[in-house]
């Protein structure tokens, strides 16, 4: 039932995203066609806040990299979600042996790369209203930290989860059947939380 329950909710939260979706492209679309021929488009000046020079290339690196981090995450994730179904609570090894690592550590590293990817992000943020880059700039910023926050927010949510669900197989003396459920509900949220991102880095930061 939880599963089940889970799952439903989740899909009532990518009805939420996708309105945000359809709020973003339609006020590209708007203000685009708004601007006078050969002007710069507010999507043209919000864009280039996020571009940074790496080896001759300008791309949005540093985005990228927290990207990079918040997907690598969502892996360490289900290695963690299989130590569950597998009843590997904990290391049986020494801590540097990753292959005897249990669903503690492989959750708890996962927490670490989450913690991270938000702390990336809260650094942008403050890099961007440095460059006057504010919520109340203009329809470009509103629907950029609209968006973005609204998913930091899930993120942090995902993080608070997964302290409590560690909290559990300290505090119980055996690891029981519920759980190993609560561990593989934790990972459709924190999978969701991650496919979400993709899809908003893409439309962000790569599409023009």
């Known amino acids: 039932m939880l599963a089940v329950g889970t799952v439903i909710w989740l899909a009532s939260e990518l009805m939420f995203f996708a309105a945000l979706f359809a709020a973003y492209f339609n006020l590209r679309n708007v203000t685009t066609a708004m601007a006078a021929p050969g002007e710069q488009t507010m999507w043209q000046w919000g864009s ?32 963690g979600v299989h130590r569950a179904e597998r009843g590997f609570v904990s290391r ?44 109340n700039t203009n329809a470009y910023t509103s629907a950029f930290f609209l968006a973005t926050g609204f998913h930091g927010l899930h993120v ?8 409590f669900m560690l909290g559990r197989t300290y505090v119980a003396r055996t690891f029981t059947h519920e759980q190993r459920v609560s561990a593989i509900v934790a990972s459709y949220y924190w999978h969701f939380v991650d496919i979400v991102w993709i899809i908003l880095f893409a439309v962000i930061y790569i599409i023009r």
Do not use: D
């Open 48 to 79: 280039a806040h996020f571009l940074q020079n790496l080896f001759g290339i300008e791309a949005p690196w540093f985005s990228l990299i927290n990207t990079t981090i918040l997907v690598l995450s969502s892996i360490t994730c289900q290695i």
């Open 92 to 135: 049986t090894g020494g801590l540097l042996n990753v292959a005897k690592w249990g669903m503690r550590e492989w959750y708890t590293l996962t927490f670490v790369m989450g913690a991270v990817f938000l702390g990336g992000q809260a650094y942008e943020y403050s890099t961007l209203v440095s460059e006057g880059f504010l919520p």
């Open 156 to 163: 942090l949510g995902g993080l608070i989860l997964f302290i």
